[in-house]
């Protein structure tokens, strides 16, 4: 079965601090994509960021970096510079690459909480 | 400017009830999604639909039903038979194979009165 884990409920942080949520998942696959998502209060599903397993190099989007290590499975988010706006809940999800079916697999969401 | 949208934001159905859920997505992406979104569960899957006319049931199909005779279309019915059914409902769709992750609507908030 694949699953994804987010152990933190929930996290905070102060304006303009540096944030991480962790993501492990669980899978006996060795080629497939990661994401971050974020729901603000609007709810709207944002994408954050993507993670190919075949390169070893973390992505990067502006603020926004993982910290991929595929020996252990686990997929960490780092924000940086923490701005209010950035308060939602995360997803970390999963999918196989090759797989015809296209799904992704959800973990339960981190709640972040930005405080000025 | 393409997108999903998901009407309507609120539905209220009362016990017993059938109610249907509209998805349309002008993306021309082959594949679209139902998730149900609960507190502290994450996202579930209910159904999924890679081609027009062909779907397959997700993790917690039972109560729900779908049909896909447009590609840009994906409507989920909410059937009397889901014993839960007050939640936020979230259809998505991507391209064939759902390389670069989903395009999400904005989502449905069903209450059960």
């Known amino acids: 079965a694949q699953t994804v884990t987010q152990s933190q409920p929930e996290m905070s942080v102060q304006e303009a601090e540096t944030v991480t949520l962790s993501c492990t998942y669980d899978t006996s696959e060795s080629d497939y994509y990661l994401f971050w998502y974020k729901q603000p209060p609007s709810r709207q599903m944002i994408l954050v960021i993507r993670q190919e397993a075949y390169k070893q190099q973390n992505a990067t989007e502006n603020r926004f970096s993982v910290n991929f290590q595929k020996a252990a499975k686990s997929f960490s988010l780092k924000i940086s510079d923490s701005q209010l706006g950035d308060a939602a809940m995360y997803f970390c999800a999963y999918r196989i690459r090759g797989s015809t079916l296209g799904r992704l697999y959800f973990g339960r969401g981190t709640q972040l909480t930005v405080w000025p | 400017d393409g997108g999903i949208t998901q009407s309507p934001k609120y539905l209220f159905r009362k016990e017993g009830q059938n109610v249907t859920l509209s998805c349309e997505q002008n993306?021309?992406?082959?594949?679209m999604y139902w998730y149900r979104q609960d507190p502290g569960q994450g996202l579930r899957l209910i159904y999924y639909s890679q081609i027009v006319n062909d779907f397959q049931k997700g993790d917690i199909a039972e109560g729900y039903s779908v049909s896909r005779e447009k590609k840009e279309s994906f409507p989920l019915t909410v059937t009397s038979a889901q014993k839960n059914p007050t939640a936020f409902y979230l259809c998505a769709s991507s391209i064939s194979g759902g390389h670069y992750g989903y395009t999400f609507g904005s989502g449905t908030r069903l209450t059960v009165v």
């Open positions: 993306l021309n992406h082959d594949a």
